[in-house]
T-cell receptor, first 109, second 115 residues
């Protein structure tokens, strides 16, 4: 079957760095998405990786290893507003998104 | 109005009620989606419409009935729901419905409680 695994919850300190991991098993692969979802709000797009390597976008970076079925989202210089759930989703061979359950990130002062 | 809007934001209904959720996108997209989001579970894709035709129905119970009158509007008609249907219902849109990479843009969701 198709599956996405990511930690349920993580805690980090304001100003620090946190890495949220995601592993995926899909029928075929056409890329991996990260979305951010604040409580009570819509998920919003953060990144898309289809090639191996690191994509940097400001304080956020996303990494992909296709051979390992692995991705991570790296958040630097954490701010209180980064407290949110982070959703990992892989695009399978039918271009259907397979979603993880999300990682709730708690930022402490 | 910009992006994807959903109404109502909150809905409480009894098991015998009939209600409808509405979604509207102002992005000129051709595909629209309904998702169910339950606590600590992955997003569940319910329906996909591309150019107003349904292309995906992931074995959703018939008590959920979608309607897509045009590419900008999507409805989810609800009747005789069960308490386990209580969840956040998210609408999303994308440029195309499949066969290519498509970033999906989400609405804020309708928080549904079934008593």
């Amino acid at each position: 079957g198709q599956n996405i695994d990511q930690p349920t919850e993580m805690t980090a300190t304001e100003g620090a760095i946190v890495q949220i991991n995601c592993t995926y098993q899909t029928s075929g692969f056409n890329g991996l998405f990260w979305y951010q979802q604040h409580a009570g709000e819509a998920p919003t797009f953060l990144s898309y990786n289809v090639l191996d390597g690191l994509e940097e976008k400001g304080r956020f970076s996303s990494f992909l290893s296709r051979s390992k079925g692995y991705s991570y989202l790296l958040l630097k210089e954490l701010q209180m507003k980064d407290s949110a759930s982070y959703l990992c989703a892989a695009l399978d061979s039918n271009y259907q998104l397979i979603w993880g359950a999300g990682t709730k990130l708690i930022i402490k002062p | 109005e910009t992006g994807v809007t959903q109404t109502p934001r909150h809905l409480v209904m009894g098991m015998t009620n009939k209600k409808s959720l509405k979604c509207e996108q102002h992005l000129g997209h051709n595909a629209m989606y309904w998702y169910k989001q339950s606590a600590k579970k992955p997003l569940e894709l319910m329906f996909v419409y591309s150019l107003e035709e349904r292309v995906e129905n992931n074995s959703v119970p018939s008590r959920f009935s979608p309607e897509c009158p045009n590419s900008s509007h999507l409805f989810l008609h609800l009747h005789t729901l069960q308490p386990e249907d209580s969840a956040l219902y998210l609408c999303a849109s994308s440029q195309d419905g499949g066969g290519s990479y498509n970033e999906q843009f989400f609405g804020p969701g309708t928080r549904l409680t079934v008593l």
